[in-house]
């Protein structure tokens, strides 16, 4: 079983940052690949970005390419997003999920975290 608890979110103006943290605890979580969903109210929930476990390749949605970045620190078991040039319309709960298999631009993964809030004021 794997835990995921993600933090960093918070409220910040149009143009401004944020980084998010998902801490992973279990057995073997250097294995798993990681990713970033968000929802916003009344909407679908939305692939982010993700990485492979060994952080050597991610991928993002063309909503955020070029402006949210990825990072892995596999000794600390924590993926960061940090998450430049806000948007309102990036505003959503954030949650990372982990699974073990590819592909892993999916929206089908094993664990999820319960998320944080992310709100950008214009």
């Known amino acids: 079983q794997v835990q995921l608890v993600e933090s960093g979110g918070g409220m910040v103006q149009a143009g401004g940052s944020l980084r998010l943290s998902c801490k992973a605890s279990?057995?073997?979580?250097?294995?798993?690949?990681l990713g970033w969903f968000r929802q916003a109210p009344g909407k679908e929930r939305q692939f982010v970005a993700a990485i492979t476990s060994t952080g050597i390749t991610s991928y993002y949605a063309d909503s955020v390419q070029g402006r949210f970045a990825l990072s892995r620190n596999n000794a600390e078991n924590t993926v960061y997003l940090q998450m430049d040039s806000l948007e309102p319309g990036d505003t959503a709960v954030y949650s990372c999920?982990?699974?073990?298999?590819?592909?892993?631009?999916?929206?089908?993964?094993?664990?999820w975290g319960q998320g944080t809030q992310v709100t950008v004021s214009s």
């Open positions: 999920a982990a699974k073990r298999s590819r592909p892993i631009r999916s929206h089908e993964y094993d664990y």
């Open positions: 279990g057995p073997s979580v250097s294995d798993y690949h």
